[in-house]
């Protein structure tokens, strides 16, 4: 072992070492010179120890207007006990447990460790956060970013909602059954982030509109005045005044996964009986569907005849959601994509593609059937199918049938968080 990877070995067990013993610093009690009174809790720390990680608390116990007493008593009235005591744990073992924690509980703690200049805990609370948004809490989110002026949080939830809601069907569907009302600030800083006026968008400002209307007890004719207030009518989208219009995010770069391959099986043939192939698909994270690569077809064995190099590849791929148990047939389905005529080789790799705006948005608390349908004009095709690995990159393929393989190699796909 080099002597640098030797150093380097005993740096992270002394860092461990370390961590280990300030929390039993922490949780002992022992030597604390300061006390946080915490709603009713009284968490007792080491001076010292958070000022190393904290400028904010090196310059209320050293700087020129530290309090002089012995064991200063401080009062924290914007932090919830729970949060307080994740703050401080991590300033004494560098450890945060953010599966255990809710995105709101996350979001605290972002506002906690922005108020005292927790550089890493920032950078990592805001990762969790990411990982943690979905349909169901992005307009929440947005809410709390704006109404507490948190600008690094507002950026992270609005590149969410731009990428992965404000151009999606499935959300728009999702949103007309969960409807969410937020506050006017929050909805200046959607409009002001869009470009361009995205069909849900105007239906969410629309609705959004009504209930307020409901709220302030005013009548449909005054729907203008409720409006005007967000900063324009239906000529002026924008956010004429007041609002900070943040950047679009860029695109996110589209790559390919592809499953390990293990063994051939029987080919796949298409004909009366069976013209849907189907495979189930279950993303960690919110993806955008952009392309499939599978098998393409067998050469025909064709007596007398000369064989074809090419054929024309017709087919219909579907997307639904299946049931949350997983079992049982798929339900709803959620995108459909039609491939018309397109020039293929035998016996080489299928590749489908569509554009941007034609992807399908995959969420992580859902798994999708994928449907493969051919019509009447592809019966007696066959297409090689393999046995391949189940998990590539973070994206769980479940085939119909574990013994006749697949003929979906992989996918083309751009990661929305």
């Known amino acids: 072992m080099s002597i640098s990877a030797v150093d380097r070995k005993e740096a992270t067990s002394m860092s461990g070492v370390l961590s280990r013993r300030y929390g039993q610093l922490l949780h002992g009690g022992k030597h604390t010179d300061c006390v946080f009174h915490v709603c009713a809790e009284q968490v007792k720390c080491h001076k010292l120890i958070l000022s190393t990680a904290s400028p904010v608390f090196e310059a209320m116990f050293f700087g020129p207007l530290q309090n002089n007493d012995p064991e200063p008593e401080i009062e924290i009235d914007d932090i919830s006990e729970a949060i307080f005591k994740v703050l401080v744990n991590y300033i004494y073992t560098g450890v945060v447990d953010y599966?255990?924690?809710e995105l709101v509980a996350c979001i605290e703690l972002y506002y906690a460790a922005e108020k005292y200049l927790l550089e890493e805990l920032i950078t990592d609370t805001l990762m969790a956060i990411t990982r943690k948004l979905r349909f169901d809490n992005i307009l929440p989110a947005l809410e709390l970013s704006v109404c507490m002026g948190l600008d690094g949080l507002l950026e992270v939830c609005m590149t969410f909602?731009?990428?992965?809601?404000?151009?999606?069907?499935?959300?728009?569907?999702h949103l007309k059954e969960h409807y969410v009302h937020v506050s006017k600030e929050c909805v200046k800083a959607i409009i002001a982030a869009c470009k361009e006026p995205h069909k849900l968008l105007i239906w969410y400002v629309y609705e959004w509109t009504r209930q307020e209307c409901e709220q302030l007890g005013l009548g449909p004719s005054d729907a203008d005045l409720v409006v005007h207030g967000l900063g324009g009518g239906s000529s002026d989208w924008h956010v004429a005044s007041g609002a900070n219009e943040l950047e679009s995010p860029a695109p996110a770069p589209v790559v390919s996964v592809e499953r390990c391959y293990y063994k051939a099986c029987r080919p796949f043939t298409v004909d009366?009986?069976?013209?849907?192939?189907?495979?189930?698909?279950?993303?960690?994270?919110?993806?955008?569907?952009?392309?499939l690569v599978l098998n393409s077809r067998l050469t025909p064995n064709r007596l007398g005849h000369v064989q074809q190099l090419?054929?024309?590849e017709s087919l219909r791929l579907d997307l639904c959601e299946v049931p949350a148990e997983n079992e049982g047939p798929a339900t709803a389905r959620v995108w459909s994509h039609v491939i018309q005529g397109q020039s293929t080789k035998y016996n080489?790799?299928?590749?489908?593609?569509?554009r941007r705006e034609e992807a399908c948005v995959l969420n992580p608390e859902l798994t999708y059937e994928l449907q493969i349908r051919w019509d009447t004009s592809a019966y007696g095709a066959e297409y090689p199918c393999?046995?391949?690995s189940c998990q590539a990159d973070g994206i769980l393929f479940t085939d119909g049938d574990s013994f006749s393989g697949s003929l979906v190699k992989g996918l083309r796909y751009a990661n929305l968080v």
């Open 99 to 101: 599966n255990g924690l």
């Open 161 to 173: 909602f731009m990428r992965c809601c404000v151009n999606n069907g499935q959300y728009k569907s």
């Open 272 to 291: 009366a009986e069976s013209p849907v192939f189907r495979l189930r698909l279950k993303c960690s994270r919110f993806i955008s569907l952009m392309g």
């Open 310 to 312: 090419e054929y024309r």
């Open 348 to 354: 080489c790799d299928l590749h489908l593609s569509w």
């Open 386 to 388: 393999s046995l391949q």
